[in-house]
């Protein structure tokens, strides 16, 4: 078989090929978004499509301008961290109580919770807040967001709980530690990165979901995912502003989902699959 | 230690475990079930424009068997549902196997692999609606110089349910990647081995072994994936709500309409608990396959 190692080098570059199309079609649509919000607004509906134009940031500039950006990103920011840190709270002891347990019931309910569709809820809900006037507050978008945050919490961390060694309650527990003690000052430090994990995993998603901040919250606590769809109506011709728009909504989720690439893959997957 | 100390430590510790998980399950009890009975009284009942609610029984779901929207945003949930599945698996599996060839990735690409689905789909809807203009988009513009007659994309009511899972399955294709590549990777190398010394194909190799030994994590990645795409909403929402016509009216846009926007929430109620109960038997249905090809 003289031919082998020809056949594995040509193998190889047939893989790499099929890499770089896959990177392509994964990364042009993205790439496009950010070039457009860089055209000046004559060009971004130039057609043919331009490739090759003078940069300018007049988009970003004009979305400050017309709209209370920033305002709603810091409406965004409000929900995001408080429906992460409440999903921690009350995740944090609950997956390590089904850990120890192993009574798994109060996992498997919080995430029935999460698979079922949204609008479900979100119709009782809408009669409920507005019943002791909270549409359109924070506390409101808050605790709907945590319906998303908890499941990803106590499911990340449950495979971390796990993977302690059982000795080492064990011992502690023989010095007249309580449960309670072992959970904060024993296990909780040994799944830091865990936290970390699934704290980014909770803020990823409670920033992207659009159903609950859509009917929850009114002209002042809108969301920046919510406010976006007003964009598309505002300005169907604005596309310059629309895609700077995209493109600042969608920085914050990438950027974090960056920096933990490495262990996010059984944090998506509930779990599912150990990566 | 004595008997009674041991059991009072025990009874302790088992109140220490109840209260620990109390707050998350009291939160869900309260903002989940709670609401889902309501939901379930809600179904029952139907409301004037006063508000006054009057006990109708099953009149909601006898209305929604009549009802020619409800079967037409059934179907358009399966349509888009089946289509967008299978691609998203054959381009998941084929992506998977690229990347598992692949060796020792830097992080920086892995980042740009997971990018499409860790942004908003919101904002793959807004990109997509400015790449799929008819009349100025880039797609109509790469199809031209292809020789290739435009399309109307997201505005024609043929082609709005194709276009729909063509995003969708651009945004989702990686994550069912990374599952995938995540059973790829915890298969026993010693498979392959004995096969290369029998002299399989790599097709045949795949075929035969691979794909049979992947396919309980095939289902898995179906689950999840089912879970999101029975319950299609936020792409469909931002580019077309259920447009042009009804032709992308998903039951859950649908659902989200007739409350939301026609105010009908006896009817909405009905109509979302018939969608919830599809979502499960769905799952409770690939839960019990993937009992059936596990290895």
């Known amino acids: 078989m003289t031919d082998a190692p020809i056949t594995d080098a040509w193998i190889r570059r047939l893989n790499l090929l099929q890499l770089v199309v896959a990177g392509i079609i994964v990364l042009t649509p993205t790439l496009w978004m950010v070039l457009s919000s860089l055209k000046p607004s004559f060009e971004v509906t130039a057609y043919p499509p331009t490739l090759i134009f003078a940069p300018t940031l007049e988009n970003y500039a004009q979305l400050t301008k017309t709209t209370p950006f920033l305002s709603y990103a810091i409406n965004s920011l409000i929900v995001t961290i408080g429906s992460t840190a409440l999903g921690l709270l009350f995740g944090i002891p609950a997956a390590f109580a089904v850990s120890w347990t192993r009574i798994s019931w109060p996992a498997i309910l919080t995430l029935a919770a999460r698979m079922a569709p949204g609008t479900l809820f979100l119709l009782p809900w809408y009669v409920m807040f507005r019943q002791v006037g909270m549409i359109g507050s924070y506390t409101a978008l808050i605790l709907s967001h945590a319906v998303i945050t908890l499941p990803i919490v106590i499911w990340v961390l449950l495979p971390s709980f796990d993977g302690i060694p059982r000795s080492v309650f064990e011992a502690a527990q023989v010095d007249g530690c309580s449960v309670t003690r072992i959970l904060w000052r024993i296990a909780l430090p040994l799944v830091a990165s865990g936290v970390a994990v699934a704290s980014i995993l909770a803020f990823v998603f409670s920033w992207n979901y659009f159903l609950f901040a859509l009917v929850l919250s009114n002209g002042d606590s809108k969301t920046l995912i919510a406010a976006a769809f007003n964009f598309i109506g505002e300005g169907s011709t604005q596309w310059g502003a629309l895609m700077a728009a995209a493109t600042l909504i969608a920085l914050p989720p990438l950027i974090l989902a960056a920096l933990v690439q490495r262990w996010l893959v059984s944090g998506l997957t509930l779990g599912a699959v150990k990566g | ?295």
């Open chain 2, 1 to 295: 230690m004595s008997e009674a100390a041991a059991t009072f430590t025990e009874d302790r510790q088992r109140l220490e475990l109840a209260a620990l998980s109390a707050p998350a399950v009291i939160f869900t009890v309260a903002m989940i079930a709670f609401p889902v009975v309501y939901t379930v009284w809600l179904g029952l009942h139907s409301f004037s424009s006063t508000g006054k609610q009057s006990f109708v029984g099953l009149a909601n779901y006898s209305r929604l068997l009549a009802d020619t929207e409800f079967w037409h945003g059934l179907w358009v949930t399966i349509a888009l549902y089946v289509l967008s599945l299978v691609l998203q698996l054959v381009f998941g599996v084929w992506l998977a196997l690229v990347l598992f060839h692949a060796k020792r990735l830097p992080g920086i690409v892995r980042s740009l692999f997971i990018s499409p689905f860790m942004m908003p789909p919101v904002v793959a809807g807004m990109m997509w609606l400015v790449i799929l203009d008819p009349s100025l988009g880039a797609a109509n513009y790469i199809l031209q110089s292809l020789g290739l007659p435009p399309s109307e994309w997201l505005a024609s009511p043929v082609w709005v349910i194709p276009t729909v899972a063509l995003i969708d399955t651009w945004q989702w294709t990686p994550y069912v990647a990374l599952i995938v590549l995540g059973g790829l990777q915890s298969l026993p190398p010693s498979v392959y081995e004995a096969a290369q010394i029998d002299g399989a194909s790599a097709f045949k190799t795949f075929q035969r072994i691979t794909l049979p030994l992947l396919l309980p994590t095939i289902v898995t990645a179906t689950i999840l994936r089912s879970v999101d795409l029975l319950r299609f909403f936020d792409i469909i929402y931002i580019t077309t709500q259920g447009g042009p016509g009804n032709a992308s009216n998903t039951l859950n846009i649908y659902g989200f309409r007739v409350g939301f926007e026609f105010f009908n929430i006896g009817y909405a109620s009905a109509l979302m608990l018939t969608l919830t109960a599809i979502v499960f038997g769905a799952v409770l249905a690939f839960n019990r396959l993937r009992g059936a090809v596990a290895w």
